[in-house]
């Protein structure tokens, strides 16, 4: 008999299933259910947030044993359930969870992605999402590639074949039905006012922004004598931005002098701390050496990458915000500088094509070897000093002569020794420019090569420039979607 009803029940099975429930509300913010069904006895593996409560109720059968482990995708668990099914032969669960900041808003468009799908290969998964004031939809993607999809009363519905195991993502970028209205929100910090352009929703954002210019301006100003009176802010979506920023401030805007706004990726909300901290100083080092007379052109623009990266890191680091994956992940990508096994010299042209996150490491590296040999945060301060004396610095050989003074030594043959072009004071003989020269072109073409087949190991997220896994299709930090390598286009971090 027992043979028998296995025989019969084995016929009847057809493959478990998993649907995601999204309810988006007009603010953003989402609840999450996922109902898992299945008509035999098994194991079942998803993720679950790591930073939220998640509820399971069980409605039919029995779980046996559930097991939750890290993964790679800093934000997510991997949760797995034995169970078995009842008398009637089904087993079916919900695991449900709140999920802020699903979909963002700024000018006019909105951009909602998925908590991080996960279901063994053989399970059904379908998707639905409803998005409270959902207008006109312009793409639906699943993990950056865009897929079919179905609207039903406003319910959108993605069929997904089969999860790969480290999951995917669904984002929708889309128009609100009513545009919503962008408000300037004001705080204040320290001597400054501190003004941020956003949906209302974004109050707690904008005052998470202030406070971090409120503690950070009084370093900023002590380092590099910049004290604006306000400091602005706009914020922008994922899928609108120039794929390679956390942030940005327009080059224009700071060769005339550190004027204008702070662009923001929206994204940040969602990202683990010290993200966010640290591209705010970033930017406001952008905007003070713009005030001090350095602009950020194509042959100063690795001064411009570099002290903003390590001022930040360094700022943030002193105000107690976590910046230890990020110093790690800039340790190990100067690696290759530090063993003399590449020169960091070729960023003395900003001409990046595919790989601007090697200009960022280089530059990273040569202020940051220089700061620390002379007093770290203090040496830029007394750098800083130097430029306002100089009325501002425009040639890299100018530069050198204001680190070199700085410094209280010629740092001119490092940077030769480093591949750039720049003289010491004393002429040198014809002869030896010419070899230099020659060593210089090997030296560079040397450096390439190596980063090339260095990058090929893995790649940056385009969003916080964390090294992931090559093959990722989510950067385990951010949770930012990423396309297969093989699929990726012009992306800076493009690796062909
Ligand atoms: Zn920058
Ligand atoms: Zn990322």
Redesign the pocket.
């Known amino acids: 008999l027992l043979l028998l009803a296995l025989a019969s029940h084995s016929v009847a099975a057809s493959p478990p299933s998993l649907t995601y429930l999204v309810k988006v509300a007009a603010d953003g913010n989402a609840t999450v259910v996922m109902v898992y069904s299945s008509n035999t006895s098994g194991t079942f593996y998803t993720y679950v947030p790591r930073f939220e409560r998640w509820n399971v109720t069980v409605w039919k059968g029995y779980v046996v044993s559930e097991r939750v482990a890290n993964t790679s995708a800093y934000f997510y668990y991997n949760a797995t359930f034995e169970y078995f099914a009842d008398a009637s032969g089904i087993f079916g669960m919900n695991i449900s969870f709140r999920f802020p900041f699903a979909s963002l808003y700024a000018s006019g468009r909105g951009w909602f992605m998925t908590p991080l799908l996960g279901a063994p290969p053989n399970t059904v998964v379908t998707v639905l999402v409803a998005i409270e004031g959902l207008g006109k939809i312009l793409d639906v993607s699943l993990s950056g590639v865009p897929v079919a999809y179905s609207l039903e009363n406003g319910t959108l519905k993605v069929s997904v074949a089969s999860l790969s195991p480290e999951g995917a993502r669904l984002t929708v970028d889309f128009r609100p039905q009513t545009p919503l209205e962008e408000t300037t929100i004001v705080e204040s910090a320290d001597s400054a006012s501190v003004r941020v352009k956003a949906a209302p929703y974004y109050r707690g954002l904008a005052g998470t922004i202030a406070s971090v210019v409120r503690r950070a301006l009084p370093r900023i100003r002590e380092l590099f004598g910049y004290s604006p009176s306000s400091v602005e802010f706009e914020l922008f979506l994922p899928s609108r931005m120039d794929l390679s920023a956390l942030?940005?401030?327009m080059g224009e805007d700071i060769n005339a002098g550190g004027e204008g706004p702070i662009h923001l990726n929206l994204a940040l909300v969602r990202f683990k701390e010290g993200y966010l901290e640290t591209t705010i100083v970033?930017?406001l080092?952008?905007k003070a050496l713009g005030a001090l007379g350095v602009p950020a052109n194509s042959e100063l623009r690795w001064f411009?990458?570099g002290v903003?990266?390590y001022v930040s890191i360094e700022v943030c680091g002193e105000l107690g915000i976590s910046v230890s994956d990020m110093r790690e992940s800039l340790e190990s990508a100067t690696h290759i500088f530090s063993n003399g096994l590449a020169k960091p010299g070729f960023v003395q042209e900003w001409s990046p094509s595919g790989n601007e996150g090697n200009y960022?490491v280089a530059s990273y590296y040569i202020v940051a070897s220089i700061a620390k040999e002379h007093g770290g945060l203090d040496y830029i301060r007394r750098l800083a000093e130097v430029v306002r004396n100089m009325r501002g610095v425009r040639s890299k050989q100018r530069l050198v002569e204001a680190m070199s003074a700085a410094a209280g030594e010629d740092l001119a043959p490092r940077f030769r020794e480093w591949g750039f072009e720049v003289q010491s004071a004393p002429t040198v003989p014809r002869f030896a420019v010419a070899l230099a020269a020659v060593a210089l072109a090997a030296a560079v073409g040397f450096s390439l090569l190596v980063i090339v087949a260095l990058r090929r190991r893995s790649q940056r997220c385009p969003y916080c420039y964390a090294e992931v896994p090559r093959d990722a299709l989510y950067c385990p930090y951010c949770g930012y979607p990423l396309r297969p390598s093989s699929k990726k286009p012009n992306g800076y971090y493009s690796e062909s």
């Open positions: 942030g940005y401030v970033h930017e080092v952008h411009h990458e903003a990266q960022y």
